[in-house]
């Protein structure tokens, strides 16, 4: 059973016939005892509210030291992701440069050999022009030839 500040001040003690305690002196220490123990009852009382609040807020940090945690891992994540996609786009893009540039390089060659052929073509058309202008002036040179004689 607790004993209360109150039980302390109603307390009665019985008194002896010979010597028996002075009630004023039994009584002012109980008044005593019963203020200390009054001051200590509302002294626990604030250090438990203290210590329940105090163990509220450790939660609230815990949990948000969690979130925290939670925020900060994703955003890893996110980051992670984020630089898998850009060197799998920057990989797409190299890939692709890579390709018109071979395709430049194709059409190029293609039109290099366009071009060679053409020349081909013209050195062939000058040897018969050249040819045929030659049988031309020949058969004049023998016709003025013949005229001359």
Do not use: C, W
């Not at 109603?10 to 008044?31: N, R, S």
């Amino acid at each position: 059973m607790k004993i209360t500040p109150l039980d302390i001040q109603q307390q009665q003690f019985k008194g002896k016939l010979l010597g028996g305690l002075d009630p004023e002196d039994v009584d002012g220490f109980l008044q005593q005892v019963a203020q200390e123990m009054e001051d200590l009852v509302r002294e626990n009382t604030e250090l438990r509210e203290q210590s329940r609040k105090a163990i509220a807020e450790k939660e609230e940090m815990t949990r948000r030291e969690g979130d925290i945690r939670e925020t900060m891992l994703a955003a890893q994540k996110i980051t992670e992701e984020m630089k898998a996609n850009a060197q799998k786009e920057a990989t797409l893009l190299l890939s692709e440069a890579e390709l018109k540039g071979e395709k430049i390089v194709a059409d190029a060659e293609k039109k290099l050999v366009q071009l060679n052929n053409q020349i081909q073509e013209l050195r062939r058309e000058k040897l018969q022009f050249e040819t045929a202008l030659k049988s031309l002036l020949d058969g004049h040179y023998k016709m003025l030839s013949l005229n001359e004689e």
